[in-house]
């Protein structure tokens, strides 16, 4: 949900490096659930593989405990737009599934989100995946020194709303990240040009389109964590971390793992949009 924050946090070349480490690992993460994941399976399960993965690897899931939530995964199904708890509910053919991970290594967190297509996915699903993934790079490509947050969600509403018409979240946005699982700046999904803090050399932040294929409207089940899109349409999510640099932007986490664990993974389906890192 969106936060109130006090400070932006600039990182230092030494932080991002320590950083680039965090945010590998919750990409390598994703590696494992896209080589599990397919139909007869459960949240439950990749759930606790992840868990041993970041473990084994002298990190701790970033998302258990936090705020009291159950889990090392969020695993949002269909319409669940995020904050979905693993359940051992077997996932289905034509699901898609919305996995977002986090980890702290070194005191630091990597943040990633991926949707996968379980098995046969409509058409339909899957423009809605190929769009919310577009919109994710477009993003990217405006988050550079001297562009302002506002720029940012104007690319990702301006492509998801008015040319392709689907629902932009707006309850939910990306955050800056660091010591902190989040930090400001908050990193809207949709916005005017021009408008809101200014990128700044140092600046890391996660950037996580959520589209919905109706309504833009989402509510919070019983539960109080999963975010459901309100007329119950799907919703895909995607994720990454990135830092911007003088340079130009750098994207620290990476989906190549994710395409990695699929093309071994018979049960997915083969995602036909082009593959970014």
Known sequence: MRRRYKQIYYKTDEEIELMRLSADLVSRTHGVVASMIRAGETGENIDKAAEEFIRDHNA?????GYGDFPATLCVSINEQVVHGIPSNKPFEEGDIVSVDCGVILNEYYGDCAFTYPIGEVS????KLMEVTNECLYRAIDVAVVGKRIGDIGFAVQNYAERECRYGVVRELVGHGLGKSLHEDPQVPNYGRRGK?????????IAVEPMINMGTRRVKTLRDGWTVVSADRKPSAHYEHTIV??????EILTTHDYAYEGMESNPNVINLEFQVKS
Do not use: A, Y
Not at 60 to 64: A, E, L, N, Q, V
Not at 123 to 126: D, F, L
Not at 196 to 204: C, E, S
């Open 60 to 64: 701790i899931p970033g998302f258990k």
């Open 123 to 126: 058409e339909e699903v899957m």
């Open 196 to 204: 809101g803090n200014k990128l700044q050399d140092g600046l890391v």
């Open 244 to 249: 911007v640099r003088k340079s130009g932007t």
